[in-house]
């Protein structure tokens, strides 16, 4: 299995440290395994989209507008 090294902040690695029980590169495994899953989705739900890039901004434009509309 490949290894891969990660950075911490100061703070966050004294905290785990605390908790050496815990074995953190499984906790990390978990979470990438989780993204690539969700990444695996949402690739095999846009395979069959005929939305294109301008069309998801006009999209997010308008929702935008409404959006502003009601909280203004």
Do not use: C, Y
């Amino acid at each position: 299995m490949p290894n891969m090294t990660l950075s911490v902040s100061l703070e966050l690695h004294k905290e785990m440290l605390q908790h050496s029980e815990i074995r953190w590169s499984d906790i990390a495994r978990q979470a990438f395994e989780k993204r690539i899953k969700e990444l695996n989705w949402i690739d095999a739900l846009l395979e069959k989209s005929q939305l294109t890039d301008d069309d998801a901004e006009r999209i997010g434009h308008k929702i935008k507008h409404e959006i502003r509309k009601r909280f203004s």
